[in-house]
């Protein structure tokens, strides 16, 4: 089963990229403009048509008003793409928002900044999306019904697309996105040819939507402007992702962001001034671009390569936020704001958790609003309006605190971006609270109290594990008392006999929880085994079979340096993860094992004939799996002395040279008292690695080892806020032929 995972993700994501690879991943210009500024490119398609639903909702005459209105939003485009390239000459690995408020502002402006920028990101994908099938069912109204559906389908092949690798996404995004400038070009140069020469060509307008009679006031017009500045959305994407660029990378990405503002300003005017001319108008079926360039070209293929593209562009929009959210949900990590498994690399050097973060949140507001773009817009632009005030505002420190050369009208420039910026969040704020963005407002605060949540979680947690190595050290020699679970006779009990034999050579005991479905002759077989030393002790389970064996465990001495270890042994007929939930009192018992104090819960599994007569072994080994020289993996060292190993020692495996080193500093540091060796992850994976150094070790057929892994226990939701880790090597290591795994459990609650 695990092998048809692993050829299905390498089907899918493609082969693992070592850790120094990361340079080959770097983009040129040609390839990090389709990738960064995709959003702000496409934007051009419904920006004008947002702000079209306001004016024509209030006067069907107020249309025209829409570009002036456009030049307004061009400007402040200008304004924030310029104070955006200062911003990146400052920052050279990353100029987003949370980078500038946090140097210059302080903790909470740059968390208030963070938590804007992912509500914007994930927006951003739903928007993008909706709007790029909008654009398909308008040239094929039949998939109207299915747009929901086919949303969700974009969103899982960007998905795909983009945990593939950055450098992959560039080529993949290539064609579409200057395929869609291209042809945007030639729709507005026609278009405003035509008008020059012979007049403007009429729009179709079908199914358009009402239009109001009320009277034009200034709020309307700020309604309009704040819908319309939905054409500022992705410009902090290239500034979050400075470090994906070739070098001089503050170099490259600034001239990107220049030449993405000057395309995108020139269509989005010249896309605002014919749906003026041209009579376009809002509708509940066509996009107002779909009918500019279906009057531009009424006959012949063009129109329909226009709206391929355009569905392709809109549709890899989306791709901005794909680089953005996880760029800067890893900065939130490293910071210990956000789970700190989001500051991992896949296996194609990407931020694998927050790209599927950010889809799956973007696929649950796409089904909850079916898809509606309008519905979406409502809840947009408040988010990115926040950050881009907070960083412009966070530059301006920065220019008055440095004084580097030119600072004065740096940070004048810095000042007008954030003026502007923070007028049309105020703007956008009165004029869309009541229609959604309060939902934002509201998530905002609480993505904030998240974040300070986590971090003192993470603080609270690591300065536990730092004060307990006190403890542990100063803790009496360590003593184990050895328990053996019997369920039932099989070649599994006797592999578990062995080594409860080899890791008590004093005596253990053997135990049984009696069911409805006991063999009756179980008591009599096992003596067998053992010539009644020990005795199997059958218990009482008038609340459960498992809570009979708790009970009795409770009955046992145990503490700082006081183990009990339970050995549970499993037979399998097949490698199947499946059958290992079906053995439910052994499944169920190991999940109680793991929350009851001072008890380590030691996996024998056993694949293959239960009648099998497997040699007994003659050497055994013990290694300490180690994440740290912390009190938890301290703690399992000593418990490992207590094992009576041939062999004992700590590995740990380590994703570079930095953290390896820092590890072996801190194991030094705490005295752990065992040796430690460490070996590469290049591929920043345990899971192979591990696998075969494990396989050197039981090369020799007369060798066991068992695996010692320190276990973090926590209650309730703050489990999530950990990687997992000790799950995945259960799940690797459980039909690993001649290898035990010893869960020792750390209780941090």
Same mark, same amino acid.
């Given at each position: 089963?695990?092998?048809?995972?692993?050829?299905?993700?390498?089907f899918?994501?493609?082969?693992?990229?070592?850790?120094?690879?990361?340079?080959?991943?770097?983009?040129?210009?040609?390839?990090?403009?389709?990738?960064?500024?995709?959003?702000?490119?496409?934007? !051009?398609?419904?920006?004008?048509?947002?702000?079209?639903?306001?004016?024509?909702?209030?006067?069907?005459?107020?249309?025209?008003?829409?570009?002036?209105?456009s +030049?307004?939003?061009?400007?402040?485009?200008?304004?924030?793409v310029?104070? *955006?390239?200062?911003?990146?000459?400052?920052y050279?690995?990353?100029?987003g928002?949370?980078?500038?408020?946090?140097?210059?502002?302080?903790?909470?402006? /740059?968390?208030?900044?963070?938590?804007?920028?992912?509500?914007?990101?994930?927006?951003?994908?739903?928007?993008?999306?909706?709007?790029? +099938?909008?654009?398909?069912?308008?040239?094929?109204?039949?998939?109207?019904? *299915?747009?929901?559906?086919?949303?969700?389908?974009?969103?899982?092949?960007?998905?795909?697309?983009?945990?593939?690798?950055?450098?992959?996404?560039?080529?993949?995004?290539?064609?579409?996105?200057?395929? $869609?400038?291209?042809?945007? #070009?030639?729709?507005?140069?026609? &278009?405003?040819?035509?008008?020059?020469?012979?007049?403007?060509?009429?729009?179709?307008?079908?199914? =358009?939507?009402?239009?109001?009679?009320?009277?034009?006031?200034?709020?309307?017009?700020?309604?309009?402007?704040? /819908?319309?500045s939905?054409?500022?959305?992705?410009?902090?994407?290239?500034?979050?992702?400075?470090?994906?660029?070739?070098?001089?990378?503050?170099?490259?990405?600034?001239?990107?962001?220049?030449i993405?503002?000057?395309?995108?300003?020139?269509?989005?005017?010249? !896309?605002?001034?014919?749906?003026?001319?041209?009579?376009?108008?809002?509708?509940?079926?066509?996009?107002?671009?779909?009918? +500019?360039?279906?009057?531009?070209?009424?006959?012949? =293929?063009?129109?329909?390569?226009?709206?391929? $593209?355009?569905?392709?562009?809109?549709?890899?929009?989306?791709?901005?936020?794909?680089?953005g959210?996880?760029?800067?949900a890893?900065?939130?990590?490293?910071?210990?704001?956000?789970?700190?498994?989001?500051?991992?690399?896949?296996?194609?050097?990407?931020?694998?958790?927050?790209?599927?973060?950010?889809? &799956?949140?973007?696929?649950?507001?796409?089904?909850?609003?079916?898809?509606?773009?309008?519905?979406?817009?409502?809840?947009?632009?408040?988010?990115?309006?926040?950050?881009?005030?907070? /960083?412009?505002?966070?530059?301006v420190?920065?220019?008055?605190?440095?004084?580097?050369?030119?600072?004065?009208?740096?940070?004048?420039?810095?000042?007008?971006?954030?003026?502007?910026?923070?007028?049309?969040?105020?703007v956008?704020?009165?004029?869309?609270?009541?229609?959604?963005?309060?939902?934002?407002?509201?998530a905002?605060?609480?993505?904030?109290?998240?974040?300070?949540?986590?971090?003192?979680?993470?603080?609270?947690?690591?300065?536990?594990?730092?004060?307990?190595?006190?403890?542990?050290?100063?803790?009496?020699?360590?003593?184990?008392?050895?328990?053996?679970?019997?369920?039932? *006779?099989?070649?599994?009990?006797?592999?578990?006999?062995?080594?409860?034999?080899?890791?008590?050579?004093?005596?253990?005991?053997?135990?049984?929880? @009696?069911?409805?479905?006991?063999?009756?002759?179980?008591?009599?077989?096992?003596?067998?085994?053992?010539?009644?030393?020990?005795?199997?002790?059958?218990?009482r389970?008038d609340?459960?079979?498992?809570?009979?064996?708790?009970?009795?465990?409770?009955?046992?001495?145990?503490?700082? /340096?006081?183990?009990?270890?339970?050995?549970? @042994?499993?037979l $399998?007929?097949?490698?199947?993860?499946?059958?290992?939930?079906?053995?439910?009192?052994?499944?169920?018992?190991?999940?109680?094992?793991?929350?009851? @104090?001072?008890?380590?819960?030691?996996?024998?599994?056993?694949v293959?004939? =239960?009648?099998?007569?497997?040699?007994? =072994?003659?050497?055994?080994?013990?290694?300490?799996?180690?994440?740290?020289?912390?009190?938890?993996?301290?703690?399992?060292?000593?418990?490992?002395?207590?094992?009576?190993?041939?062999?004992?020692?700590g590995?740990?495996?380590?994703?570079?040279?930095?953290e390896?080193?820092?590890?072996?500093?801190?194991?030094?540091?705490?005295?752990?008292?065992?040796p430690?060796?460490?070996?590469?992850?290049? *591929?920043?994976?345990?899971?192979?690695?591990?696998?075969?150094?494990l396989?050197?070790?039981?090369?020799?057929?007369d060798?066991?080892?068992?695996?010692?892994?320190?276990?973090?226990?926590?209650?309730?939701?703050?489990?999530?806020?950990?990687?997992?880790?000790?799950?995945?090597?259960?799940?690797?290591?459980? #039909?690993?032929?001649?290898?035990?795994?010893?869960?020792? @459990?750390?209780?941090?609650?």
């Amino acid at each position: 089963m695990a092998v048809n995972v692993d050829s299905l993700k390498r089907f899918l994501v493609g082969t693992p990229l070592a850790s120094g690879q990361m340079e080959e991943t770097y983009l040129s210009k040609f390839l990090a403009l389709p990738v960064f500024a995709s959003d702000p490119l496409s934007s !051009v398609a419904y920006a004008t048509e947002a702000a079209l639903v306001v004016l024509v909702g209030v006067s069907a005459a107020a249309a025209h008003l829409v570009f002036p209105v456009s +030049i307004a939003i061009a400007c402040l485009l200008a304004i924030v793409v310029l104070s *955006y390239m200062q911003t990146v000459h400052a920052y050279e690995t990353s100029g987003g928002a949370y980078i500038v408020a946090k140097d210059n502002l302080g903790t909470l402006p /740059s968390l208030v900044a963070a938590a804007a920028l992912l509500t914007d990101y994930i927006l951003t994908v739903a928007v993008s999306v909706a709007a790029g +099938i909008l654009a398909i069912t308008s040239a094929a109204p039949s998939l109207h019904p *299915y747009r929901v559906e086919l949303c969700l389908a974009c969103v899982v092949a960007l998905t795909l697309a983009n945990l593939r690798g950055v450098r992959e996404a560039g080529f993949l995004f290539a064609l579409p996105t200057y395929g $869609f400038v291209l042809a945007l #070009f030639a729709v507005v140069a026609t &278009g405003i040819g035509k008008c020059v020469v012979s007049g403007c060509p009429q729009a179709h307008v079908s199914h =358009p939507l009402a239009a109001g009679t009320g009277t034009v006031t200034l709020f309307v017009l700020l309604r309009a402007f704040a /819908s319309g500045s939905a054409a500022l959305t992705g410009v902090e994407s290239i500034s979050n992702g400075v470090n994906a660029f070739k070098r001089p990378q503050s170099r490259n990405a600034a001239e990107t962001l220049a030449i993405m503002g000057a395309i995108a300003i020139t269509l989005f005017l010249t !896309v605002s001034w014919l749906a003026v001319h041209m009579h376009a108008r809002p509708s509940s079926t066509t996009s107002v671009l779909s009918q +500019i360039a279906h009057g531009v070209f009424p006959t012949g =293929p063009m129109y329909y390569i226009v709206q391929g $593209f355009t569905l392709a562009v809109l549709i890899l929009a989306a791709n901005s936020s794909y680089q953005g959210f996880p760029r800067l949900a890893a900065l939130l990590a490293r910071d210990r704001f956000f789970p700190r498994q989001f500051v991992s690399l896949g296996d194609r050097l990407v931020y694998s958790n927050g790209i599927i973060l950010v889809a &799956g949140l973007a696929a649950a507001l796409i089904a909850i609003f079916a898809a509606n773009v309008d519905s979406l817009l409502h809840l947009y632009v408040l988010g990115v309006f926040t950050a881009f005030t907070l /960083s412009q505002y966070g530059m301006v420190r920065y220019w008055k605190r440095t004084r580097d050369r030119g600072w004065r009208w740096r940070m004048a420039l810095n000042g007008l971006g954030a003026a502007t910026t923070l007028v049309v969040t105020l703007v956008v704020i009165e004029t869309k609270f009541t229609q959604g963005a309060w939902a934002v407002t509201v998530a905002i605060p609480l993505m904030v109290a998240s974040f300070c949540g986590t971090r003192r979680h993470y603080k609270r947690i690591g300065r536990r594990l730092r004060a307990g190595v006190a403890a542990v050290a100063a803790a009496p020699p360590p003593t184990n008392q050895v328990v053996l679970y019997v369920e039932s *006779y099989d070649a599994a009990l006797r592999e578990a006999l062995w080594f409860a034999r080899r890791i008590a050579p004093d005596g253990f005991r053997a135990i049984h929880a @009696p069911g409805a479905r006991t063999d009756t002759g179980l008591r009599a077989r096992f003596r067998e085994l053992t010539d009644i030393d020990p005795d199997l002790e059958l218990l009482r389970a008038d609340d459960g079979r498992v809570d009979g064996v708790i009970d009795f465990l409770w009955g046992l001495p145990r503490g700082e /340096s006081q183990f009990v270890t339970v050995i549970v @042994p499993e037979l $399998f007929g097949r490698r199947s993860l499946v059958s290992a939930f079906m053995h439910r009192m052994e499944f169920g018992l190991k999940l109680r094992l793991l929350t009851t @104090p001072g008890v380590a819960v030691a996996d024998v599994p056993f694949v293959g004939d =239960p009648d099998a007569d497997v040699p007994a =072994p003659k050497r055994l080994v013990a290694r300490v799996l180690a994440s740290g020289g912390h009190a938890a993996t301290m703690r399992a060292a000593r418990f490992a002395e207590t094992l009576h190993a041939d062999d004992t020692r700590g590995v740990f495996f380590g994703f570079d040279a930095h953290e390896a080193e820092r590890v072996r500093r801190e194991w030094d540091a705490n005295r752990v008292p065992v040796p430690l060796e460490t070996r590469e992850a290049p *591929y920043r994976d345990l899971g192979l690695p591990l696998r075969e150094y494990l396989r050197e070790l039981t090369s020799d057929p007369d060798t066991v080892v068992v695996v010692v892994m320190p276990e973090l226990v926590l209650s309730g939701w703050r489990r999530l806020l950990h990687n997992q880790r000790s799950l995945y090597i259960k799940r690797l290591l459980l #039909f690993e032929e001649r290898v035990f795994l010893i869960s020792v @459990p750390y209780r941090l609650d």
